[in-house]
């Protein structure tokens, strides 16, 4: 495959595509595992379907329409979680549906045959255009930005709230901020995974550096490893197997968690019974 991708412009889109991808998972991921956010990012990711109908419709880039819908949907989600209280889950629930149906609704307006979003839904590393290349590059350059900038911030936010509000820290500012960034992320990782299993890419490297290590830097170190691991092992695989690539990378990751947590669950056990036993 080396030869291949030397010589052709798609497989290095692709390439480049993985590591970018795996550079705002492993960040953006390790916070939301951190902040059990997970379904909100799912109702964030699930909302973008909205605009990718919505750019095929009126004629922009889909990627466009869904970053505009992700922004969209991560603004109201957190507006309402901040003042609804306990509906917080009935809101991301309608947020996922209405994405979802607001995307059928728009390709049935459509004239003559309807696109193909499968590698939208699902993903498709292998026809990751230079357009989106770029648009993934800006918004993983902000990410990283936000964050690096923002570290010790992050760290109170997470990990200490009391000394969080000593120095000054908005809380809803911190909020708001982390669920622009996961709308951005989603964006980035929709063509390389889809939106239906972004949520596992997105919680697989940052679920098992977790169990590695609790230093939030080198928990984002190793998350950013392990997606470039199976971004670009998922993009191997489906090159030469000729299989989806969303799937591929899903897979990977889902087998690489599961095994992570049996050999950590396997090592608590062993520990006990050595203290047990001393």
Same mark, same amino acid.
């Given at each position: 495959?080396?030869?291949?991708l ?19 998972c ?42 505009l819908?992700?922004? $969209?949907? *991560?603004? +109201? =989600?957190?507006? #309402?979680?901040?003042?609804? /209280?306990?509906?917080? &889950?009935?809101?991301?629930? @309608? %947020?996922?549906?209405? $994405?979802? *149906?607001? +995307? =059928?609704?728009? #390709?049935?307006?459509?004239? /003559?045959?309807?696109? &193909?979003?499968?590698?939208? @839904? %699902? ?6 255009t ?49 669920l ?30 977790a ?68």
């Amino acid at each position: 495959m080396l030869e291949a991708l030397l010589e052709y412009q798609f497989l290095q889109n692709a390439f480049y595509s993985g590591i970018l991808a795996s550079i705002v998972c492993g960040i953006i991921g390790v916070i939301i595992v951190e902040k059990k956010l997970v379904m909100m990012s799912g109702g964030i990711a699930h909302t973008a379907y909205g605009g990718v109908g919505l750019g095929y419709l009126v004629g922009f880039e889909p990627i466009v329409g869904a970053f505009l819908f992700s922004i $969209g949907a *991560a603004i +109201g =989600i957190g507006l #309402i979680k901040r003042k609804g /209280g306990g509906q917080t &889950d009935v809101v991301i629930g @309608l %947020f996922w549906s209405l $994405g979802m *149906a607001l +995307g =059928i609704l728009f #390709i049935a307006f459509m004239e /003559g045959y309807p696109p &193909d979003l499968t590698s939208y @839904l %699902f993903g498709s590393i292998l026809t990751v255009t230079k357009a989106d290349l770029h648009l993934m590059f800006c918004l993983t350059l902000l990410v990283v930005l936000v964050v690096t900038s923002l570290f010790n911030y992050w760290k109170a936010y997470l990990f200490d709230e009391e000394f969080a509000a000593i120095i000054g820290l908005k809380k809803n500012f911190m909020e708001y901020l982390l669920l622009v960034l996961v709308a951005m992320t989603i964006v980035v990782l929709i063509r390389v995974v889809g939106i239906i299993l972004v949520l596992a890419l997105l919680t697989a490297p940052a679920a098992i550096t977790a169990m590695m290590t609790s230093s939030l830097k080198k928990r984002m170190f190793y998350a950013i490893l392990f997606g470039m691991f199976f971004c670009l092992v998922g993009l191997w695989i489906s090159y030469t197997l000729n299989i989806a690539s969303g799937a591929a990378i899903v897979i990977l990751a889902a087998i690489c968690y599961f095994f992570s947590y049996m050999v950590n669950a396997f090592g608590k056990k062993m520990r006990r019974m050595h203290q047990q036993s001393s």
